[in-house]
């Protein structure tokens, strides 16, 4: 779920290289950019 270590990772790096961090991570095919940012909290949430 994206976002849910926030602001525990800002000793290390802004809002912005996180962001662009987990989209390089997740660029590769299977859904993991949409679990990664949308699913796990539509889930988690009971959304």
Avoid: I, K, N, Q
């Avoid at 926030?6 to 290289?17: D, E, N, Q, S």
């Avoid at 961090?21 to 988690?44: K, M, Q």
């Amino acid at each position: 779920m994206s976002g849910s270590d926030w602001p525990v990772c800002l000793p290390a790096a802004g809002h912005a290289h996180v962001r662009r961090t987990a989209r390089e991570v997740t660029a590769r095919p299977g859904g993991e950019r949409t679990a990664l940012f949308a699913s796990t909290a539509v889930r988690g949430y009971d959304l």
